[in-house]
């Protein structure tokens, strides 16, 4: 049997190899420091009081530009065989739109058979521009998250906006830290960002600018992102 994988240790190291790579060691050390200590099996109270710390100590240590490049590099990423045929279009044709329509017909294809929704719900998720592709304006695609799977209903349902944050973010951490009375920079949010970079890297086969417009870590409705997609740097 396959031993199983701890995610936070995983994350960790993803963040450490960051650091280390982008800032530096010295940089790496103080942001890192008692990040050994923690785990899957960790309380979430030990996790969101780490990455409170840490998320200070980053943004003390270094300017906005380099802390999204060390946090956008944490990230989740979607396969990239999924963005193949996507990639070969854009590579053939040089049309973002084609691109962009073919991840459109990915989440929609998603919503329908994975999650097993129906037209209206999908229709309703559509018309907000929530998901994989995002909306176009020029040379940049604003893309906005959809709520975490699991918890769709039961955001769409509630009416409390306090409550709808807690359903919305993909990400524990940051679910339990919106239902205690921690708060954690939004500098953490540009992990959530590099889903979106890799993405569009992986279609374009160069670099993109991300950028967080908006979070529910920083009490925003959504979790929106600019990617700028001209060359960069």
Same mark, same amino acid.
């Given at each position: ?70 946090? %956008?590099?944490? =990230?989740?990423?979607? !396969? @990239? *065989? #999924? ?7 854009? +590579? ?47 040379? %940049?695609?604003? =893309?906005?998250?959809? !709520? @975490? *799977? #699991? ?7 509630? +009416? ?74």
């Amino acid at each position: 049997m396959p031993e199983q994988v701890d995610f936070e240790r995983a994350w960790l190291t993803k963040l450490s190899g960051s650091l280390d790579e982008v800032a530096g060691a010295g940089v790496r050390a103080k942001v890192m420091q008692g990040s050994d200590r923690l785990s899957s099996a960790s309380s979430s109270r030990d996790v969101i009081g780490w990455s409170k710390a840490a998320m200070e100590r980053l943004d003390a240590l270094v300017d906005e530009d380099v802390r999204g490049r060390i946090m %956008t590099a944490c =990230a989740c990423r979607y !396969p @990239k *065989s #999924g963005l193949q045929p996507a990639r070969e279009k854009y +590579a053939a044709t040089g049309d973002i739109d084609l691109a962009l329509g073919m991840l459109q017909e990915k989440f929609e294809a998603f919503l329908r058979g994975v999650l097993e929704l129906d037209d209206e719900l999908i229709g309703e998720i559509v018309k907000r521009g929530w998901g994989l592709a995002g909306v176009r304006k020029g040379d %940049t695609i604003i =893309a906005t998250k959809i !709520p @975490k *799977s #699991g918890y769709l209903i039961e955001y769409m349902n509630e +009416a409390d906006p306090v409550k709808k944050r807690q359903y919305y973010c993909h990400c524990p951490r940051v679910r339990d830290a919106l239902k205690s009375s921690e708060t954690i920079s939004a500098t953490y949010c540009y992990c959530g960002a590099g889903y979106y970079k890799g993405i569009w890297e992986e279609i374009l086969q160069r670099p993109v600018r991300v950028e967080v417009l908006e979070s529910v870590l920083a009490g925003g409705e959504v979790c929106k992102v600019a990617v700028h997609l001209r060359s960069y740097p």
